[in-house]
């Protein structure tokens, strides 16, 4: 979504003719995104002090009231907000860093017409395994022309959707059609992306996603042909355990974003869920696929080791370790005595369980949305 902040609406301080008119189908747009669990950017304009495109430099010094930093003017139409959005952080969006709006949904400054210039776009979208790009919103001619031409130059696939930009021709569409970019519409999109979840049932998708991943980063766990035990060759190797933390979609996404923010690096469960699952306690060197809250794959961690202790003789070191909460020991057994309660009821949880402490180090992703989000 490019630059589809207020001032450049209809009735703004720099209003770009049909952007209006557009609005209804970028709202279709981030809404199927959304609900296929696919990563949504919003790249914004603000304009504080010189840092300003050269042709508007002069009018914005003189104090021209475009996309000021803090204003009204500045901020993303509401109809493209996810639910219990805030308003832009002006501050930190300037500083280069993303403002997480929602989960795999990011407003991120650019400084020029591109949004890859001299942004974190690239990183963020390989850290999300992207490989193609859907370019929609404000005034084609300028910056989704120029990001669409940089994003083909960084051998992504680019796709614009003609009736969720404002200010298309057909010359321009043509010019950058030559370039390899897709031309497409609205409906063409939404349905491209529902069908993710409609063509197999989720189990049979989830087990095609994990097999597609570990398929590419199985050389990271040194994994080759003359380690593959079941299968045929590489291709068919078996994949090491997918799992995801916690027992809610939200608390799966809040401590992966730990993880590969690098604050993560241990994880607790009750030796009561191995016993009730029938599951064997990991061992140091087992490898794991790490799933986000909709089941998808998104990094690789092998086990360094595994304790079992009672619950209250876990140590400070290894609640610090766990990265939740403020860290500190009386905060990890607060939330955990509140899971625990949860998952196994009151009447089995007590200080003096046992539990199994697993430290893990983090394979891939090498970079990561929540790498720049979140500060261990």
């Given at each position: 979504?490019?630059?589809?902040?207020?001032?450049?609406?209809?009735?703004?301080?720099?209003?770009?003719?049909?952007?209006?008119?557009?609005?209804?189908?970028?709202?279709?747009?981030?809404?199927?995104?959304?609900?296929?669990?696919?990563?949504?950017?919003?790249?914004?304009?603000?304009?504080?002090?010189?840092?300003?495109?050269?042709?508007?430099?002069?009018?914005?010094?003189?104090?021209?009231?475009?996309?000021?930093?803090?204003?009204?003017?500045?901020?993303?139409?509401?109809?493209?907000?996810?639910?219990?959005?805030?308003?832009?952080?002006?501050?930190?969006?300037?500083?280069?860093?993303?403002?997480?709006?929602?989960?795999?949904?990011?407003?991120?400054?650019?400084?020029?017409?591109?949004?890859?210039?001299?942004?974190?776009?690239?990183?963020?979208?390989?850290?999300?395994?992207?490989?193609?790009?859907?370019?929609?919103?404000?005034?084609?001619?300028?910056?989704?022309?120029?990001t669409v031409v940089d994003a083909s130059?960084?051998?992504?696939?680019?796709?614009?959707?003609?009736?969720?930009?404002?200010?298309?021709?057909?010359?321009?569409?043509?010019?950058?059609?030559?370039?390899?970019?897709?031309?497409?519409?609205?409906?063409?999109?939404?349905?491209?992306?529902?069908?993710?979840?409609?063509?197999?049932?989720?189990?049979?998708?989830?087990?095609?996603?994990?097999?597609?991943?570990?398929?590419?980063?199985r050389h990271l766990a040194r994994v080759?042909?003359?380690?593959?035990?079941?299968?045929?060759?590489?291709?068919?190797?078996?994949?090491?355990p997918a799992w995801s933390f916690g027992?809610?979609?939200?608390?799966?996404?809040?401590?992966?974003?730990?993880?590969?923010?690098?604050?993560?690096?241990?994880?607790?469960?009750?030796?009561?869920?191995?016993?009730?699952?029938?599951?064997?306690?990991?061992?140091?060197?087992?490898?794991?696929?790490?799933?986000?809250?909709?089941?998808?794959?998104?990094?690789?961690?092998?086990?360094?080791?595994?304790?079992?202790?009672?619950?209250?003789?876990?140590?400070?070191?290894?609640?610090?370790?766990?990265?939740?909460?403020?860290?500190?020991?009386?905060?990890?057994?607060?939330?955990?005595?509140?899971?625990?309660?949860?998952?196994?009821?009151?009447?089995?949880?007590?200080?003096?369980?046992?539990?199994?402490?697993?430290?893990?180090?983090?394979?891939?992703?090498?970079?990561?949305?929540?790498?720049?989000?979140?500060?261990?």
């Amino acid at each position: 979504m490019v630059d589809v902040q207020v001032d450049f609406v209809e009735g703004g301080a720099m209003a770009v003719g049909g952007t209006r008119a557009v609005v209804p189908a970028l709202a279709r747009l981030v809404a199927a995104y959304r609900a296929a669990g696919l990563p949504v950017v919003h790249v914004v304009r603000l304009y504080e002090g010189d840092d300003v495109d050269l042709v508007r430099r002069g009018a914005i010094v003189a104090g021209a009231p475009v996309v000021r930093p803090g204003t009204g003017g500045s901020q993303l139409l509401p109809e493209l907000l996810p639910d219990g959005a805030g308003e832009l952080d002006a501050a930190l969006l300037l500083s280069g860093r993303p403002q997480e709006l929602g989960p795999h949904e990011v407003a991120l400054w650019k400084p020029r017409w591109s949004a890859f210039h001299r942004t974190s776009l690239e990183d963020l979208l390989r850290g999300w395994d992207v490989d193609t790009l859907v370019a929609a919103g404000c005034n084609f001619p300028h910056c989704p022309r120029a990001t669409v031409v940089d994003a083909s130059q960084r051998d992504l696939r680019v796709v614009v959707v003609r009736d969720a930009t404002s200010q298309v021709t057909e010359e321009g569409l043509r010019q950058v059609g030559s370039l390899g970019v897709a031309v497409v519409e609205t409906d063409d999109v939404v349905a491209a992306v529902g069908r993710q979840t409609r063509d197999a049932p989720h189990d049979e998708v989830q087990a095609e996603a994990v097999l597609a991943y570990w398929e590419r980063v199985r050389h990271l766990a040194r994994v080759g042909q003359l380690d593959v035990v079941t299968g045929r060759g590489v291709a068919s190797a078996v994949p090491p355990p997918a799992w995801s933390f916690g027992d809610s979609p939200r608390l799966a996404d809040e401590l992966l974003a730990l993880v590969l923010a690098g604050r993560k690096t241990a994880t607790t469960a009750s030796l009561l869920e191995y016993e009730d699952d029938g599951e064997p306690l990991p061992r140091p060197g087992e490898l794991s696929i790490l799933l986000d809250g909709r089941g998808r794959p998104r990094a690789l961690v092998r086990t360094a080791s595994v304790e079992v202790v009672p619950f209250a003789d876990v140590t400070a070191g290894f609640a610090a370790a766990e990265g939740e909460g403020d860290r500190s020991l009386a905060s990890w057994r607060e939330e955990h005595a509140r899971y625990f309660r949860r998952v196994l009821g009151d009447d089995r949880f007590d200080e003096r369980m046992p539990v199994v402490c697993e430290r893990f180090e983090l394979l891939h992703p090498t970079w990561s949305l929540e790498r720049t989000l979140t500060t261990p």
